[in-house]
């Protein structure tokens, strides 16, 4: 008893002195990597972090020998372990390390080796106290917020810290800080995964900025409770049974058991799916004249981005750019990496299953294999591409020149019907398409992708489920049914329910948004309005020119589509239990 009572007191001043060490590394994170600074701050910052890995070193080993359970600590903090030896070790070899770092750069100054060097001593400190970090889930789930109040938490939280470092000088190409709110938009745009921007990310932003939103825009893909509960998984212990349970729901899993499996399922697809449509990207642009480093960076950045259904360009015109608006193979993999970003999870697990199936059957395969939901994800999804791009196809001027014009305006409208959906990226400028094309983009941003997906939306699930039940109620039919299965009552309450909370929150941004920007046009605020709400991405050319009032409303409205739009009124209410009474039903008139 008096062991554990020391231990717990060893424990309580351990994470102390960690919350100090954790404040510290940001600091210097945010030093190294965001200012311009002189050789002589630069080792005042090298030996303060040193001083900060010896103590965070020294407090493992201090909580090892308090510890009543030796084998057992060591197995649930094997990681510390590992990267307080892997960090020691380094620092020990500061010289030698040095010197390599001269003989591979050499055409480096003093200042950025030793700055090289420090950047990486700081980036090792960061990924230890973000795993470290992870440990805590369980005791924020312990203040019994909703789980859709601690998702959109989450987000507001990743979007913040994006937004600081992007207002650092060296995270644009002039040396200056971007404004804050500025910095705000592009953050919460590369975070709910959206692409609208009001500062040119390939011109305005320097490679250390684009790079901060390309990893936002992968946390933001991939959700950072996924994230999260990933590296808990892996590295952090395993997950409790309360990080289980939230997680169950966030998935829409059955049972707790598959939770782990799941995520690490998740993580490994999108980085298999990313490296392979990098792969694709880079050998559709490369030639023996290009810069192969640059080449492999932005193959990179448009996979993630295109993947993610972010939308975000480092090309200064976006698609629209000469070396890739007529590349077939460029743009069909960019299609192809926005349709499985925009399938879901789950469905692309059913087409793994299919693809190493050894039965020659696809369609019996299909029929008894795959989920309903997979059935009805894959089924409206073909419907909005094709009739999409049938309907641009016939409503859009033919306004590219050279080649057949008829192939090229129905592969570019097969682009835009697919894009318009949740990516955002374009091959044309969206303000000379004309008018019904525009509605029509509108329509499809706002059904946007699937569930459990990188898109946003009403999903098509909800557009199905939604779109039966008028056509069920017009034959006078009660039940509804999908590829001989009957839909619960419960899932068709919900899809109406996202319906409405969408309908409400896109008619509010769209009437607030009329009144702050009276001097831009209606339909185009209107389109900007679904497009964020959607975090689509696609703009007529007016987002550079919003007011700050609008510029924070769009951020309002790419946020709550990320969250969801009925996760986000939920967020505010925790559920209430049910009464055991019940009150005369009467009939009231509908309709």
Known sequence: MKNNLVYQKVKFYSEILLSLITIH??????????????????????????????????????????????????????????????????????????????????????????????????????????????????????????????????????????????????????????????????????????????????????????????????????????????????????????????????????????????????????????????????????????????????STFHSVSAFCNAGFSIYPNGLVENVVVNNYTYLSTIMLLIVLGGLGFTVLMDIQKLLFSRKKNFALFVKNNFSLNSKIVLSVTLLLIFGGTLILFLTHQPIWKGGNLVEQNFFHSLFMSITSRTAGFNTIAIEAITIPSAFIIIFLMWIGASPNSTGGGIKTTTFAITSVALLNQIRGKDRMEFFKKEINQQNINTAFMVLIANIISLSIGIFVLLIIEPNKQPFDLVFEAVSAASTVGLSRNLTPFLGDGGKILIILLMFIGRVGFLNFFLAFYKPNKEPNYHYTKENIMVG
């Open 25 to 298: 590394s940001v600091a210097v994170i945010f030093t190294i990597l965001g200012f311009y600074i002189n050789y002589d701050v630069i080792s005042s910052l090298l030996t303060s972090i040193e001083i900060s890995i010896f103590l965070f070193v020294l407090q493992e080993i201090v909580r090892l020998l308090f510890s009543s359970r030796k084998l057992l600590h060591i197995k649930e903090r094997w990681f510390e372990f590992v990267f307080s030896g892997i960090l020691l070790t380094i620092i020990f070899n500061e010289n030698k390390i040095l010197n390599l770092v001269e003989r591979i750069f050499p055409n480096f100054t003093q200042s950025e080796i030793l700055s090289f060097y420090l950047t990486l001593l700081v980036l090792l400190v960061a990924v230890v106290l973000l795993v470290k970090s992870v440990r805590y889930l369980d005791s924020l789930l312990k203040l019994n917020l909703h789980p859709a109040a601690l998702f959109a938490i989450s987000f507001a939280l990743i979007i913040l810290t994006g937004a600081v470092f992007l207002t650092l000088p060296k995270a644009t190409v002039s040396g200056d800080s971007t404004s804050f709110i500025d910095a705000l938009f592009t953050s919460t745009s590369a975070v709910c995964v959206t692409g609208l921007t009001v500062q040119n990310t390939a011109t305005h932003f320097s490679t250390f900025g684009q790079i901060i939103i390309l990893g936002l825009i992968q946390i933001g893909g991939l959700g950072v409770m996924t994230l999260t509960t990933f590296f808990a998984t892996v590295v952090g212990g395993g997950l409790s049974v309360r990080v289980r349970l939230l997680m169950k729901d966030y998935l829409s899993q059955l049972n707790m058991g598959s939770v782990s499996h799941l995520i690490i399922r998740i993580f490994l697809f999108t980085i298999t799916i990313e490296l392979i449509g990098a792969i694709i990207l880079f050998f559709s642009t490369y030639n023996t004249n290009s810069n192969i480093l640059q080449n492999i960076y932005f």
